[in-house]
């Protein structure tokens, strides 16, 4: 059984930071792309940072600079910092694992005020 879980999420003033995290399990992590998406009330989800097997790195160019994916194959988790956080990322942020078939965690929510 395949098992996103992520954790980090919480509230956070404007210009404070956060690390989120995504643990897998039932999957190859290593094989896996990882990906970060969020969703704001009443938008639609968006891709925010992606990061290949490989360790490829990706950013939405609303987080370049402020956001940093990265992953521990060993760990099986990703995980995604972000710094310089601004209201406009308040959002739940969904943790997907890409390989042929995509997963997806249940999200954590990250609330930043002004």
Same mark, same amino acid.
């Given at each position: ?33 990882? /990906? ?21 790195? /990706? ?36 943790? /997907? ?18």
């Amino acid at each position: 059984q395949v098992q996103l879980v992520e954790s980090g999420g919480g509230l956070v003033q404007a210009g404070g930071s956060l690390a989120l995290s995504c643990s897998a399990s039932g999957i190859s992590f290593s094989l896996y792309d990882m /990906n970060w998406y969020r969703q704001a009330p009443g938008k639609q989800r968006e891709l925010v940072a992606s990061i290949s097997s490989r360790g490829t790195t /990706n950013y939405a160019d609303s987080v370049k600079g402020r956001f940093t994916i990265s992953r521990d194959t060993a760990k099986k988790t990703a995980y995604l910092q972000m710094v310089s956080l601004k209201p406009e990322d308040k959002a739940i942020y969904y943790c /997907n694992a890409y390989f042929r078939a995509s997963y997806w965690g249940q999200g954590t929510k990250v609330t930043v005020s002004s």
